[in-house]
Nanobody, 123 residues
Framework: QVHLVESGGGSVEVGGSLRLSCAAS?????MGWFRQGTGKERDGVAL????????YYSDLVKGRFSISYDSAKNTVYLQMDSLKPEDTAVYYC???????????????????WGQGTQVTVSS
């Protein structure tokens, strides 16, 4: 099965930037990021196919966040710029292969999850 390991979270001021990384073992069809703020539901952020370059973004982050995938490292990245306080959340890496999954976003089912990394935007 797919195993996901996240890194790159932290605390920044409004307008700052962070870059999240998620390394995968296994062969997911696509990888992406979800986030869950305090008292809120988990919400999709961005998605990237591991073959080809199809991408999807939440309207809340489009134009500010950029997702990329390095096939040599089997790692997906989320570059987050112009961060806002409402971006504060635990960010979870996720993966799927069009099979069963507990969460569906943009028609894609996600069945594997990283451990989560905290992103805090203040000031």
């Amino acid at each position: 099965q797919v195993h996901l390991v996240e890194s790159g979270g932290g605390s920044v001021e409004v307008g700052g930037s962070l870059r999240l990384s998620c390394a995968a073992s296994g062969n997911p069809r696509y990888m992406g990021w979800f986030r869950q703020g305090t008292g809120k539901e988990r919400d999709g952020v961005a998605l990237h196919y591991t073959t080809g370059s199809r991408k999807y973004y939440s309207d809340l982050v489009k134009g500010r966040f950029s997702i990329s995938y390095d096939s040599a490292k089997n790692t997906v990245y989320l570059q987050m710029d112009s961060l806002k306080p409402e971006d504060t959340a635990v960010y979870y890496c996720a993966a799927g292969s069009h099979g069963p999954g507990d969460v569906t976003w943009y028609g894609h089912r996600f069945s594997e999850w990283g451990q989560g990394t905290q992103v805090t935007v203040s000031s």
